[in-house]
Structure formats: structure tokens, C-alpha cells
């Protein structure tokens, strides 16, 4: 299997499928594209031996994609034309910066056969080596050995790249691949094998580690060197073997001190199929006193002359993000699936691998038929109270239908007290719905919340709606649990009679931000920012959000999405659902003016509206027919009039603003109370008189005549929840207000 990098050597150095090649530097050679003589395509490159002895030609020098610190692999496919003894083949991979002086170089020597010819007799040199600092340029050179003049070598389909290292490896490329040698492998234990060079791989590259038993029972196979671990560090080993058997096979990673001597060991066992590739992978954590570790390959033979083939080895730190409460196998179940408990499915270990999965293996959630299916993790994991933490996972659905299909989803955080019991229930954020026709589709589930008083554990979980949808199953990996900031918070202010969302989520190129709130209806509303609602409003983070609208006592949730400056959309929040805001007294309303929300106010009702619907028609009479004929509208809005009481001097006076302002109203009474969820109006006459019809007395009763109108359009004038104490409170004095506000409005809203 060639290797999994691009080639960084053009056609005319590798292939050499055109009419002249790009070698140089030929010592005691010439060289010529010719036909008829390849390994793949038409063509390949001849080299000439001038006289008897050694001949040698390079590479061309590659410069463009050269980075000191990468690892890169070298393959030189020969043909061997003449059968003799004494032939050698050598390929030196050497680096250069600008100038023509060496700054590293590394060789690999292969004996060629004496007695064939041919392409596939031959053992063709591999090198592979690190690029040294100061490196910007990189060549091969060939070097022959042992032959005649006029001897001729055949070269083709020659690779020079990157390596494909697993990413986080201890080990070299030389180890994961065996693709130089083996010279870094050798055989130990209370039995031996024989380690041999095999052809074949895995993954990437052409050749193997091949063990063949001795003995029956455990073969041994490790690594001649120790890789530096971190004590207390989770680290992962993995490898892939073959075997021709069916049997057994485990994985060690054997911890050591500093004197190299064994302070502990994980073991992973597994049953290998016969004929086919088995994958191992351990995940451990190195013991407080160990320095360094080594991999081990123990597959257990059933015959002498069983063999096994071994690669793609790494033995790596934990690819799991640096700040994850949660183990490696908890975030990824690479090593063994960590115990959940699920109702409405089961759960399973299965392998799966893709570009937006972990490792190779994840949850899979088989449904037991339709309906919703929860998993929540049995290990509650320790947090801080106060503190705000995220929770992250992915979740993939199987569709084998061709037909667009829902996967519906959704994470949640229960908090627990260190005996085990619950303090208190998550109201989880919205679930999320994606529609898709194709085979595996996903989506990223996310929510933040903050660890309760007297909380100090966690249990996390998954919620999946298998209702509306044809998923055959449901794949779960790589979940995250962490310390972080608030992507949002609700405030409820039931004084205030309004909402506070607090968005501190701040996504990678947006623009402009969109805030919806979802009513219990379904009914669907862009809210109010500064000057404008939030319908992709200029965003800056963090953004404070008020809603003075929001249906007193009723269920809602927010639906905020993010736009970058084209347009598309680059992350979106479904918020959890709330309980709108509430007035303990029933015999109240509000009266709020949606653009001046610092001109609300609460004031009783004296009886309940009295309305008015005009008819919109006329009636004609026509000649010849006896009954007019109607031409109608719809019929007009209710008309009416309200009586209120107010029975202290401030709200009076508040009350008397909000009129003088001429602007529409919005009415809000508690449901029940006869004037269901929000009424928009627009004042007309009103009159005014004290209840008691005594001066000194407070008390007053206002008669208004009103319309009922349509919600209307705009954003909001200033704050009803802000106060002078908040500006106080997060700046040194008037000059960090001068400096950070660029208005008033600024002042008003914290808009910066």
C-alpha cells in the first residue's frame, strides 16, 4: 500500500512518465528515461554504471514544503538487471538549509539479491528521518555498489513525503512502521520468537514486524527503547496484528523509574480472528513513580511456526482535550466501554471511524422502538459549587434509507451532594434537530450550566428523540466536561416583569446576532436590543439581552444564532425553557411601553375591558333585486375602554409618563386574570380623578380609551433592569465610564 502522504517529488523524479527526468548529481552513471522497464506506468529511470564499482545519483532538492521537526519517509523501488554477487544499495535522505552544507542525514543499505532479477526480489531502501532544525531542503541519494561497467539499475515509482506519524507519538516512524528495518524491535520473555522484516501493512507503507513462535503459548515482541511518561499523565498504547490464527493477543505497556526498573503494567487482552487484522489499544496512567514506559506485543501461538505480523505501533499521551474532567475512555470508550445506564435503548462498544470521531471505537445506542431514549454516565463526576461547567459530545445517526431523516438530541447536567443525593434536576437547553439523507449525520451537543449550592458531583447525560425519525441507531463519542464560562444565562426578574439573557458565547467570525423567543404556543418573536430588535443585530461579546415582553407565567425558551459577515450562519443556541416572570398579586397588570421599558408600571384593574368591534361593510341596493348586496372586511379590532387604579403617589407619576409619552402600550396580566398573553395598545383620551375624591389622599382612578394594534417594530430606548449601582460596581470611576461608553445609551444598556 503506498503511503498516505502526497509525494513531494514531481513526475519527471518519481515516475518518470515524461520524456526526460529531473535527477541529479550522477557519479560514475548516466541516466536515461527509457520504456518497457517498470514498476508502475510505462517508464522508468535507468542508471549506467560508467566503470566497475559504485555509482550514485540524487533526488532533485525539495524546498517547498520542507518544516524542520516533521518526520519524512523515502522509498527507492530498484530493479537489478544483472544477478551477482556483492551488490549493495544505499539511500541517504540528507537535509540542507539554504546553503550547500549537510545539517543531517540518515542512511538505510540493503543486500541485493546475487541470484534473481527483477523488481519484486529485491528489498528496496526505506529511510526515514527527522528534519533538523534550520532544515528548508531535503534530497535522496541512490548509491550502488558491486558493479560492472555498463551494469544497468532500474528505478521507478520513487516516494518522497511527509510521514504519516500517528499524531502524539512517542515512538519514531521507525518504530510505528517498521518501514526502515526492525532494528528497533527485539524478542524477550520466559519464551522467544523469531522477529522478522515482513512485506505487507496495515495502514500506510509497505512492510511489517513479522513474529514467528518458537514455542507454543506467549511471543514476545517489544521495543528496545523507553519513551519518557509524566507521572500521573494518562497515556495510550495501540497496534495492529495479524494473525493467521485464531487465538488471542495483549497489548502492555510496562511503566518503569528512572533506574528502569518495572513500578506497574496494563494489560489488555483481545481475541485476533484468523486471517484478518486485529486493533489493540490500552489506555493507562503511568504510577506516581515512573519515568518511562515501553510497549509490548504478546500474541499467544497455538503451533511452532505460527507467525504474526505487527503495525502502525504508538504509545502516546491521551488525545483527550487537556482540560477534560472526564478519562480518556469516558471521552472516547477507546479501551472499554465505561458503564452507562440507558432506558429506551442499549448501549455498545462499537468500532467506527471518521473525520469527526475520536480514536476508533464510540457508544452505540441501539432504539428499542420509538420513543425517547435517555443514557446518563453511572460515575458522578466531583465539581466545585459556583462553579460553571460545559458539557459536549458528539451524536451521530444511522440512516440506511436514502430518505431525509430527523436526529433530534440533547445533553444534560444533573447536580448531586457528595452522599449521592440529588440537589437539583437540569432544565436542559432545547433539543436539537438536524435533517439529513446521508448514511452517518451529526451534530455537536453542548450546554454550560452552574454547579448549584450544596452540589458537588455531577451526572451527565444524553437524551435522544427517536420518535419522528427512521435512524436505525444512534453513535455517541467524544465527550467533554469542563470548567468554562458561560455560553449564556436566564435571569428571571419577576420585579422588573422581564428576562435577562447574558451571552457570553462568542463565536469564531460573527457578525451579527439573532434572538428569538419560542412561546408556549409555538409562536415565534424576535425581541428588543438598543436601537433595533435582535434580527441580525451587530454583535459583540459579551451582549446583555433584556426582554420586557416575555408572557408573564407562561413557558418559553430563546433561540440565538450567530452570522458571519456574509451572511451564514456560524453557531446557534437553543436555550433551556423557563417560566416567564410573575405578579404576586392577580389584581395587577403591567402596563409597559415596549421601546421604554424604564417607563413600566404596575397598577390595578378596576373591572375588566369592555370591547367594541366595528363591523367593515356596507349594504347596497341594487335595482331589480329585492335584498341589498353586502360588500365586507374583516372586522376591526376591539376598541374599548380601560379603568385602573393607582394608589401611591410614584407609580402615579410613573403611570402619568408612560401616557405623556404617546406611545403604544403592552398590557400583561397573569394568565387567568381575563386578558390572556400580551395586549398591544394605543391609547387615546384619557381622564384622571381621586378615588376618594379627597386631595390629601392618595388614590386615582384613570379611565383610557384604547385600540388594540398589532405588536410594533423597533428596539429599546434605554434599561429597566440597570441601575447606577451596576455602572458603580464594575468601573474605577468617571473616566473608565468616559473611556469605555461611547454615549449615554451606552451607559444605559452596558453596551459597549
Given at each position: 500500500?503506498?503511503?498516505?502522504?502526497?509525494?513531494?517529488?514531481?513526475?519527471?523524479?518519481?515516475?518518470?512518465?515524461?520524456?526526460?527526468?529531473?535527477?541529479?548529481?550522477?557519479?560514475?552513471?548516466?541516466?536515461?528515461?527509457?520504456?518497457?522497464?517498470?514498476?508502475?506506468?510505462?517508464?522508468?529511470?535507468?542508471?549506467?554504471?560508467?566503470?566497475?564499482?559504485?555509482?550514485?545519483?540524487?533526488?532533485?532538492?525539495?524546498?517547498?514544503?520542507?518544516?524542520?521537526?516533521?518526520?519524512?519517509?523515502?522509498?527507492?523501488?530498484?530493479?537489478?538487471?544483472?544477478?551477482?554477487?556483492?551488490?549493495?544499495?544505499?539511500?541517504?535522505?540528507?537535509?540542507?538549509?539554504?546553503?550547500?552544507?549537510?545539517?543531517?542525514?540518515?542512511?538505510?543499505?540493503?543486500?541485493?539479491?546475487?541470484?534473481?532479477?527483477?523488481?519484486?526480489?529485491?528489498?528496496?531502501?526505506?529511510?526515514?528521518?527527522?528534519?533538523?532544525?534550520?532544515?528548508?531542503?531535503?534530497?535522496?541519494?541512490?548509491?550502488?555498489?558491486?558493479?560492472?561497467?555498463?551494469?544497468?539499475?532500474?528505478?521507478?515509482?520513487?516516494?518522497?513525503?511527509?510521514?504519516?506519524?500517528?499524531?502524539?507519538?512517542?515512538?519514531?516512524?521507525?518504530?510505528?512502521?517498521?518501514?526502515?528495518?526492525?532494528?528497533?524491535?527485539?524478542?524477550?520473555?520466559?519464551?522467544?520468537?523469531?522477529?522478522?522484516?515482513?512485506?505487507?501493512?496495515?495502514?500506510?507503507?509497505?512492510?511489517?514486524?513479522?513474529?514467528?513462535?518458537?514455542?507454543?503459548?506467549?511471543?514476545?515482541?517489544?521495543?528496545?527503547?523507553?519513551?519518557?511518561?509524566?507521572?500521573?499523565?494518562?497515556?495510550?498504547?495501540?497496534?495492529?496484528?495479524?494473525?493467521?490464527?485464531?487465538?488471542?493477543?495483549?497489548?502492555?505497556?510496562?511503566?518503569?523509574?528512572?533506574?528502569?526498573?518495572?513500578?506497574?503494567?496494563?494489560?489488555?487482552?483481545?481475541?485476533?480472528?484468523?486471517?484478518?487484522?486485529?486493533?489493540?489499544?490500552?489506555?493507562?496512567?503511568?504510577?506516581?513513580n515512573a519515568t518511562q514506559a515501553r510497549l509490548w506485543c504478546?500474541?499467544?501461538?497455538?503451533?511452532?511456526?505460527?507467525?504474526?505480523?505487527?503495525?502502525?505501533?504508538?504509545?502516546?499521551?491521551?488525545?483527550?482535550?487537556?482540560?477534560?474532567?472526564?478519562?480518556?475512555?469516558?471521552?472516547?470508550?477507546?479501551?472499554?466501554?465505561?458503564?452507562?445506564?440507558?432506558?429506551?435503548?442499549?448501549?455498545?462498544?462499537?468500532?467506527?471511524?471518521?473525520?469527526?470521531?475520536?480514536?476508533?471505537?464510540?457508544?452505540?445506542?441501539?432504539?428499542?422502538?420509538?420513543?425517547?431514549?435517555?443514557?446518563?454516565?453511572?460515575?458522578?463526576?466531583?465539581?466545585?459549587?459556583?462553579?460553571?461547567?460545559?458539557?459536549?459530545?458528539?451524536?451521530?445517526?444511522?440512516?440506511?434509507?436514502?430518505?431525509?431523516?430527523?436526529?433530534?438530541?440533547?445533553?444534560?447536567?444533573?447536580?448531586?451532594?457528595?452522599?449521592?443525593?440529588?440537589?437539583?434536576?437540569?432544565?436542559?437547553?432545547?433539543?436539537?434537530?438536524?435533517?439529513?439523507?446521508?448514511?452517518?449525520?451529526?451534530?455537536?451537543?453542548?450546554?454550560?450550566?452552574?454547579?448549584?449550592?450544596?452540589?458537588?458531583?455531577?451526572?451527565?447525560?444524553?437524551?435522544?428523540?427517536?420518535?419522528?425519525?427512521?435512524?436505525?441507531?444512534?453513535?455517541?463519542?467524544?465527550?467533554?466536561?469542563?470548567?468554562?464560562?458561560?455560553?449564556?444565562?436566564?435571569?428571571?426578574?419577576?420585579?422588573?416583569?422581564?428576562?435577562?439573557?447574558?451571552?457570553?458565547?462568542?463565536?469564531?467570525?460573527?457578525?451579527?446576532?439573532?434572538?428569538?423567543?419560542?412561546?408556549?404556543?409555538?409562536?415565534?418573536?424576535?425581541?428588543?436590543?438598543?436601537?433595533?430588535e435582535y434580527n441580525r443585530a451587530p454583535f459583540a461579546a459579551?451582549?446583555?439581552?433584556?426582554?420586557?415582553?416575555?408572557?408573564?407565567?407562561?413557558?418559553?425558551?430563546?433561540?440565538?444564532?450567530?452570522?458571519?459577515?456574509?451572511?451564514?450562519?456560524?453557531?446557534?443556541?437553543?436555550?433551556?425553557?423557563?417560566?416567564?416572570?410573575?405578579?404576586?398579586?392577580?389584581?395587577?397588570?403591567?402596563?409597559?411601553?415596549?421601546?421604554?421599558?424604564a417607563l413600566n408600571v404596575t397598577v390595578m384593574m378596576e373591572?375588566?375591558?369592555?370591547?367594541?368591534?366595528?363591523?367593515?361593510?356596507?349594504?347596497?341596493?341594487?335595482?331589480?333585486?329585492?335584498?341589498?348586496?353586502?360588500?365586507?372586511?374583516?372586522?376591526?379590532?376591539?376598541?374599548?375602554?380601560?379603568?385602573?387604579?393607582?394608589?401611591?403617589?410614584?407609580?402615579?407619576?410613573?403611570?402619568?409618563?408612560?401616557?405623556?409619552?404617546?406611545?403604544?402600550?403592552?398590557?400583561?396580566?397573569?394568565?387567568?386574570?381575563?386578558?390572556?398573553?400580551?395586549?398591544?395598545?394605543?391609547?387615546?383620551?384619557?381622564?384622571?380623578?381621586?378615588?376618594?375624591?379627597?386631595?390629601?389622599?392618595?388614590?386615582?382612578?384613570?379611565?383610557?380609551?384604547?385600540?388594540?394594534?398589532?405588536?410594533?417594530?423597533?428596539?429599546?430606548?434605554?434599561?429597566?433592569?440597570?441601575?447606577?449601582?451596576?455602572?458603580?460596581?464594575?468601573?474605577?470611576?468617571?473616566?473608565?465610564?468616559?473611556?469605555?461608553?461611547?454615549?449615554?445609551?451606552?451607559?444605559?444598556?452596558?453596551?459597549?
Amino acid at each position: 500500500m503506498a503511503f498516505a502522504n502526497p509525494n513531494l517529488l514531481p513526475v519527471d523524479a518519481s515516475t518518470f512518465e515524461g520524456t526526460a527526468h529531473a535527477w541529479i548529481d550522477p557519479v560514475n552513471a548516466t541516466l536515461a528515461v527509457v520504456t518497457n522497464t517498470f514498476l508502475s506506468g510505462a517508464k522508468s529511470l535507468r542508471l549506467t554504471a560508467t566503470a566497475a564499482g559504485t555509482m550514485s545519483a540524487s533526488t532533485p532538492y525539495v524546498t517547498s514544503t520542507v518544516q524542520a521537526g516533521k518526520t519524512y519517509v523515502s522509498r527507492v523501488p530498484l530493479r537489478v538487471n544483472t544477478a551477482s554477487a556483492g551488490k549493495t544499495a544505499t539511500a541517504r535522505m540528507a537535509f540542507y538549509g539554504d546553503g550547500s552544507t549537510v545539517l543531517g542525514s540518515t542512511d538505510v543499505v540493503v543486500n541485493l539479491h546475487a541470484t534473481s532479477t527483477g523488481w519484486v526480489t529485491n528489498n528496496f531502501p526505506t529511510v526515514s528521518m527527522v528534519a533538523p532544525a534550520g532544515a528548508t531542503r531535503v534530497r535522496v541519494i541512490l548509491t550502488i555498489t558491486g558493479l560492472a561497467a555498463g551494469e544497468i539499475i532500474n528505478v521507478d515509482d520513487v516516494y518522497l513525503g511527509e510521514a504519516p506519524v500517528i499524531p502524539g507519538n512517542l515512538y519514531p516512524y521507525t518504530v510505528q512502521s517498521m518501514e526502515t528495518g526492525v532494528s528497533d524491535w527485539v524478542s524477550s520473555g520466559s519464551t522467544y520468537a523469531t522477529l522478522t522484516w515482513g512485506s505487507g501493512t496495515r495502514s500506510d507503507g509497505y512492510r511489517c514486524l513479522g513474529i514467528t513462535a518458537n514455542t507454543v503459548g506467549f511471543q514476545y515482541a517489544r521495543t528496545v527503547n523507553q519513551v519518557p511518561v509524566t507521572p500521573g499523565k494518562e497515556y495510550v498504547g495501540e497496534f495492529w496484528l495479524y494473525s493467521a490464527v485464531a487465538t488471542s493477543v495483549d497489548l502492555l505497556i510496562l511503566w518503569s523509574d528512572a533506574s528502569g526498573a518495572e513500578v506497574g503494567r496494563l494489560t489488555v487482552s483481545r481475541p485476533a480472528s484468523g486471517g484478518a487484522w486485529a486493533y489493540l489499544v490500552g489506555v493507562g496512567t503511568a504510577p506516581s513513580n515512573a519515568t518511562q514506559a515501553r510497549l509490548w506485543c504478546r500474541p499467544t501461538s497455538t503451533a511452532v511456526g505460527d507467525t504474526f505480523y505487527l503495525d502502525e505501533v504508538a504509545l502516546k499521551p491521551s488525545p483527550s482535550p487537556a482540560n477534560n474532567l472526564l478519562t480518556y475512555d469516558e471521552y472516547s470508550t477507546e479501551s472499554t466501554l465505561p458503564p452507562w445506564t440507558w432506558s429506551g435503548g442499549t448501549n455498545e462498544r462499537s468500532y467506527f471511524t471518521s473525520n469527526l470521531t475520536d480514536g476508533k471505537y464510540v457508544h452505540r445506542i441501539n432504539p428499542d422502538g420509538p420513543g425517547v431514549i435517555t443514557g446518563t454516565m453511572d460515575r458522578l463526576v466531583p465539581v466545585t459549587e459556583g462553579e460553571t461547567y460545559q458539557l459536549r459530545t458528539l451524536v451521530l445517526h444511522r440512516n440506511n434509507t436514502g430518505q431525509v431523516t430527523n436526529l433530534t438530541a440533547r445533553v444534560h447536567i444533573d447536580w448531586y451532594a457528595e452522599d449521592g443525593t440529588m440537589v437539583q434536576a437540569d432544565s436542559p437547553d432545547q433539543y436539537v434537530t438536524v435533517s439529513s439523507a446521508d448514511q452517518y449525520y451529526g451534530v455537536l451537543l453542548g450546554e454550560t450550566r452552574t454547579c448549584p449550592k450544596g452540589a458537588t458531583r455531577a451526572r451527565l447525560g444524553v437524551d435522544i428523540d427517536h420518535r419522528n425519525t427512521v435512524a436505525e441507531y444512534y453513535l455517541l463519542d467524544k465527550f467533554e466536561f469542563f470548567a468554562s464560562d458561560s455560553l449564556y444565562s436566564i435571569t428571571v426578574s419577576d420585579d422588573k416583569g422581564s428576562v435577562v439573557l447574558q451571552i457570553g458565547h462568542s463565536p469564531a467570525g460573527a457578525a451579527t446576532l439573532s434572538i428569538q423567543r419560542v412561546d408556549e404556543d409555538g409562536s415565534i418573536t424576535f425581541i428588543r436590543g438598543y436601537g433595533q430588535e435582535y434580527n441580525r443585530a451587530p454583535f459583540a461579546a459579551p451582549t446583555l439581552a433584556e426582554d420586557h415582553e416575555v408572557p408573564l407565567g407562561s413557558r418559553v425558551w430563546y433561540l440565538l444564532e450567530w452570522f458571519n459577515a456574509s451572511g451564514s450562519m456560524v453557531s446557534r443556541i437553543l436555550t433551556q425553557t423557563i417560566t416567564g416572570p410573575v405578579l404576586g398579586d392577580g389584581d395587577y397588570v403591567w402596563f409597559k411601553s415596549p421601546g421604554l421599558p424604564a417607563l413600566n408600571v404596575t397598577v390595578m384593574m378596576e373591572d375588566a375591558p369592555t370591547w367594541e368591534r366595528a363591523a367593515r361593510k356596507t349594504s347596497l341596493a341594487i335595482v331589480g333585486r329585492r335584498n341589498p348586496v353586502d360588500i365586507s372586511d374583516v372586522r376591526g379590532g376591539r376598541t374599548g375602554s380601560l379603568s385602573v387604579l393607582v394608589w401611591d403617589e410614584s407609580s402615579n407619576t410613573m403611570f402619568d409618563q408612560l401616557l405623556d409619552s404617546g406611545l403604544p402600550v403592552l398590557i400583561q396580566a397573569m394568565p387567568g386574570y381575563g386578558i390572556p398573553g400580551n395586549l398591544y395598545l394605543s391609547i387615546n383620551d384619557v381622564s384622571a380623578a381621586n378615588v376618594l375624591g379627597v386631595a390629601n389622599e392618595e388614590g386615582w382612578r384613570w379611565t383610557l380609551a384604547v385600540n388594540e394594534i398589532d405588536r410594533p417594530e423597533g428596539g429599546l430606548q434605554g434599561s429597566a433592569t440597570r441601575t447606577w449601582q451596576d455602572v458603580m460596581d464594575s468601573n474605577a470611576d468617571w473616566a473608565a465610564v468616559d473611556a469605555k461608553y461611547p454615549s449615554w445609551a451606552g451607559v444605559l444598556t452596558n453596551n459597549i
